[in-house]
């Protein structure tokens, strides 16, 4: 069992940064793949970043490609997600999750678990 925790989350003007941090519980935490997602209202959940267990590969998607960097720190059971460049259009909810699998993947149905998310609201 993993238990995730995000924190970081926020209000923002557009073009500020943030930088999200999902603490794992566990002794199991560098043997995942750990991944950021979002749900704006209204909207269905959607892939950010993945990382893999040993920080490679990793994967964007679109809308966040050069602008977002995902890391992990295995030593303190940490990922993190840099946002810099924020839009308005990236206001969400933004969850952690953590895939028993190595690899990194955009699919959320290949996670196992996740966090309680982290408000981020980007202001115009």
């Known amino acids: 069992q993993v238990k995730l925790v995000e924190s970081g989350g926020g209000l923002v003007q557009a073009g500020g940064s943030l930088r999200l941090s999902c603490a794992a519980s566990?002794?199991?935490?560098?043997?995942?793949?750990m991944g950021w997602f979002r749900q704006a209202p209204g909207k269905e959940r959607e892939f950010v970043a993945a990382?893999?267990?040993?920080?490679?590969?990793?994967y964007y998607a679109n809308s966040v490609k050069g602008r977002f960097t995902i890391s992990r720190d295995n030593a303190k059971n940490t990922v993190y997600l840099q946002m810099n460049s924020l839009k308005p259009e990236d206001t969400a909810v933004y969850y952690c999750?953590?895939?028993?699998?190595?690899?990194?993947?955009?699919?959320?149905?290949?996670?196992?678990?996740w966090g309680q998310g982290t408000q981020v609201t980007v202001s115009s």
């Open positions: 999750a953590a895939d028993r699998e190595p690899l990194a993947t955009s699919r959320s149905s290949r996670y196992d678990y």
């Open positions: 566990g002794r199991t935490f560098s043997s995942y793949a």
């Open positions: 990382i893999s267990r040993n920080g490679s590969p990793i």
